[in-house]
């Protein structure tokens, strides 16, 4: 069973970037799917990006494609999303996510990280 700790979240102005990390351990993380989902006040989490488990295929939510990139490092057993000049419309709490390569579900989740984004 793997655990999942997000970090990197904070507040950014209008326009700026962040990069958040998920830290992996207890399992060979080479064998999941990884993603990001976020939920912002008021609505239902949402998928944002998730990565194959070698890093070759990528898939994004259409609202943050071509401003949000999604990475992985087997090698240190983390995920990363790189999130380019953003808006105070993705303000939420972001989760990483993993599913075995076998499953259709995300059955890990880490404890969220807030990221926000002020005008």
């Known amino acids: 069973q793997v655990q999942l700790v997000e970090s990197g979240g904070g507040l950014v102005q209008a326009g700026d970037s962040l990069r958040l990390s998920c830290a992996a351990s207890?399992?060979?993380?080479?064998?999941?799917?990884m993603g990001w989902f976020r939920q912002a006040p008021g609505k239902e989490r949402e998928f944002v990006a998730s990565?194959?488990?070698?890093?070759?295929?990528?898939a994004y939510a259409d609202s943050v494609k071509g401003s949000f990139t999604i990475s992985r490092d087997n090698a240190k057993n983390k995920v990363y999303l790189q999130m380019n000049e953003q808006n105070p419309e993705v303000t939420a709490v972001y989760y990483c996510?993993?599913?075995?390569?076998?499953?259709?579900?995300?059955?890990?989740w880490g404890q969220g990280t807030q990221f926000t984004v002020s005008s």
């Open positions: 990565v194959s488990s070698t890093g070759s295929t990528k």
């Open positions: 207890g399992s060979t993380f080479s064998i999941y799917v």
């Open positions: 996510t993993a599913r075995i390569i076998t499953s259709a579900d995300y059955a890990y």
